[in-house]
């Protein structure tokens, strides 16, 4: 997958959201994934992270296995 592919995967799960997708490996199967989006206000973190993952699922082993890792950081937008 293009870091495009993978910033469209975040943005159409989370609608109104910004996110920044690096290619760690070069591999074009680990990503670091940069979010924000407002529906994070008053959320844990955890619950933030999982909110992102859950897009992730059908592009993982759950799926279609494009991609074998996420690293996640998240911001509200009101932050």
């Known amino acids: ?13 989370l609608d109104g959201a910004e996110c920044v997708a690096t290619d760690l ?3 074009a ?3 670091g994934v940069r979010v ?3 529906g994070f206000h008053d959320m844990s973190l955890i619950d933030q992270h999982r ?3 859950d897009a992730f699922r059908p592009y993982m082993s759950d799926g279609t ?13 009101n932050d």
Do not use: F
């Open 65 to 77: 296995n494009e991609i074998h890792a996420v690293q996640i950081s998240t911001l509200s937008s």
């Open 36 to 38: 924000t989006w407002h």
């Open 29 to 31: 199967d680990h990503w």
């Open 51 to 53: 909110r992102v993952l």
């Open 1 to 13: 997958m293009e870091s495009q592919a993978i910033e469209k995967i975040v943005t159409d799960a």
């Open 25 to 27: 490996t070069g591999t």
